[in-house]
């Protein structure tokens, strides 16, 4: 159980690259940046074309406190999640509880 929440809390205290720091290598590679704020969040979308006018676009989502919360891609309309902090913590959890169950 230890390993589950010392695994837990490092995911929830994770807090990613710094909107800076993306914003200063997508200027310095010809990136466009997007940055728009909802509910409590704020999405950085940085776009770009790579071999064969293949489109695309990192989003980075950060809380209040500039924490990274979620990161997707999308390549030609097609979303990915790269990383979802609660989500994973809560699936690590989950795992956890199901073990527990079946090892009783």
């Known amino acids: 159980m230890k390993q589950t929440i010392d695994e837990v809390a490092k ?4 807090t ?9 290598s997508s200027v310095k590679e010809n990136k466009e940046i997007d940055i728009t704020k909802q509910d409590g969040s704020t999405y950085l979308s940085i776009s770009f074309e790579t071999a064969y006018s293949t489109k ?7 809380n209040c406190d500039n924490e990274l ?3 997707e891609i999308e390549i030609n309309n097609k ?5 979802d902090k ?6 690590l ?11 009783s």
């Open 79 to 83: 979303v990915t999640v790269i990383f």
């Open 11 to 14: 995911i929830l205290m994770y």
């Open 16 to 24: 990613g690259p710094s909107m800076s720091e993306l914003i200063s």
């Open 69 to 71: 919360i979620k990161q």
């Open 86 to 91: 609660f989500k994973e913590a809560s699936e």
């Open 93 to 103: 959890l989950q795992t956890h509880k199901k073990s527990k169950l079946i090892a």
């Open 56 to 62: 695309v676009n990192d989003i980075y989502v950060y």
